[in-house]
């Protein structure tokens, strides 16, 4: 039997449902700086896990404009970005254009988006409905804070 006759029955893996929109527990998975399709811009792509609660082990993709020929585009997804980095723990030190985002794990200035993976933040996730594809999450927010999800009690906090 060939190796394609072998699919027949086999069901399709996938994800099913995007989970309900709200606050998760959310950890890096995975975190790369990757270029646009234009080859003209690049993205900071994500992978995260639902880290808490009934959707625990779910996976949300996100992607943040790093360098975009529109600089409001580019700037809108910095300053997500800078968000994410900010609910991860990281710290901005310095003024004015010479503002940086120190990894709190080494005292120095973040060299990539890897330096995120293994954190854990809250994140403010809803579903993205485009013509012409599934519903999809997206992490709306990730505000810079140490409190837990609405619905969460008190000992769920894990720092």
Known sequence: MSFANNMGTAETAGGGEPVPA???????EAAELRQNKSSRG???WIQCGVSRGQHEGRVLFHRYTYEHSNETAQNIGR??????????????????????VIDDRTGQPITGPQCLIGREFIGTVAIERREGYDPQNVIKSAPPSRSAPSGYADTDVGF
């Open 79 to 100: 300053s997500q970005f800078k968000a994410l980095c900010l609910a991860c723990g990281l710290r901005v030190e310095g003024e004015g254009g010479s503002r940086v």
């Open 22 to 28: 709200g606050e998760y527990w959310l950890s890096v």
């Open 42 to 44: 690049s993205h900071v």
